[in-house]
């Protein structure tokens, strides 16, 4: 049990920085922003502190984040992949808050995630088609979103084709196209609930990105 729990305490200060990114890149800044004065301030801390704390993310996210690092170390305990597995699901999480709260995934979290992605391949065993295997599932989930993108013409965008692109190289062939699969599979149900159940139209724009997130963190985790 000492392994998650050190790997936890790693990412509370990481989901504080999250928190702050998730401020700071809709007002395009990539320093991380946070509402209080103070780095970083705890959410945490000021509710027990009995402060009111302004969002409930900030909370969500910096109980998150330790979790999802602490699932790393359960699975791979402490190795190289279980440090890689946390820094990975950290930029799956960033991204599920931008684009739940913005509809946005941004390029200034992504293409440093897919150069890190692409450099780290060749050192990552646990790809079962190696680094190529990787940078072929990558760039080819790249191409088939974009595609869709253009074709659907809003609806998905960009950003969800270099999220795409990310998971692809970050649990490479054929996880990759598990991966997606799960994605666009979670997607599509949740779609369909919300439209039979009439809490959204054909025109409503529903966030694509924490779906493939998801799908990607079930497959980095193995489950």
């Not at 009995?50 to 190795?79: K, N, Q, T």
């Not at 959204?200 to 990105?209: E, H, Q, R, S, W």
């Amino acid at each position: 049990m000492i392994w998650p729990l050190l790997f936890a305490l790693i990412g509370w200060p990481i989901g504080m920085l999250v928190n702050g990114l998730a401020n700071a890149l809709p007002r395009r800044r990539v320093i991380p922003l946070w509402e209080d004065r103070g780095f970083p301030p705890s959410a945490w801390i000021q509710v027990l502190r009995g402060g009111i704390c302004c969002r409930r993310r900030d909370l969500m996210v910096e109980l998150g984040v330790p979790i999802l690092w602490a699932l790393a170390a359960v699975r791979y305990g402490f190795s190289s992949h279980a440090v890689l597995v946390g820094l990975y699901l950290t930029v799956l999480a960033l991204v599920t808050v931008t684009d739940l709260e913005h509809r946005r995934i941004y390029d200034a979290v992504m293409l440093p995630a897919i150069a890190l992605a692409v450099v780290l391949a060749p050192v990552s065993p646990w790809l079962d088609g190696g680094a190529l295997g990787a940078w072929l599932m990558g760039f080819g989930a790249f191409v088939f979103f974009f595609g869709i993108a253009l074709l659907t013409r809003g609806g998905i965008g960009g950003g969800d084709a270099t999220l795409a692109a990310f998971i692809g190289l970050i649990t490479g062939f054929p996880q990759g196209f598990q991966a997606l699969a799960y994605g666009i599979l979670m997607a599509g149900g949740v779609s369909l609930l919300l439209l039979l159940t009439r809490r959204v139209t054909l025109k409503t724009a529903i966030p694509y990105g924490p779906f493939l997130a998801l799908g990607g963190a079930i497959a980095l985790l193995g489950f």
